[in-house]
């Protein structure tokens, strides 16, 4: 998936943060890493260090999860086939504006963790 549309997509010189969870963690995924992402991926036994599992500094995790979950819920889920297209509406409801605002977090959060030379950080 990562090799076929993903990596397609990625603009030139990306540094891709990969997440160390045991799947992904195999020799192949490694090595695929190494020859796409050369000195430019962040994750475990790779070049660049990086805390392990940070949401702090995943924008997946510190807003869009939790925004999807309280959108999503927010009214009785029956089944399946209501769930579904409940996620795709509220996943189309994030707007370039809310985007920027995020960027903006994920550029604050980053100064953090200059300013704490790379330690693991939680921010509330």
């Known amino acids: 998936m990562l090799q076929l549309y993903a ?8 540094i891709f943060q990969h997440d160390g969870a045991p799947p992904h963690y195999g020799n192949t995924i ?3 890493l190494d020859a796409t992402f050369p000195q430019r991926w962040i994750g475990r036994c790779a070049v660049m260090a990086w805390p392990p ?9 510190f807003y869009l999860w939790g ?8 009214e009785r889920i029956n089944d399946i086939i209501h769930l579904k297209p409940r996620i795709t509406d509220v996943i189309h409801s994030v707007t370039p504006e809310v985007l920027t605002r995020v960027w903006g977090e994920l550029d604050c959060r980053l100064d953090v963790c200059r300013a704490t030379n790379g330690t693991h ?3 509330r």
């Open 53 to 61: 599992r940070s949401p702090d500094l995943t924008p997946l995790d």
């Open 67 to 74: 925004y999807v979950k309280q959108h999503v819920y927010s």
């Open 121 to 123: 950080i939680e921010l």
């Open 7 to 14: 990596v397609p997509q990625f603009p030139e010189g990306v």
């Open 30 to 32: 490694r090595e695929f």
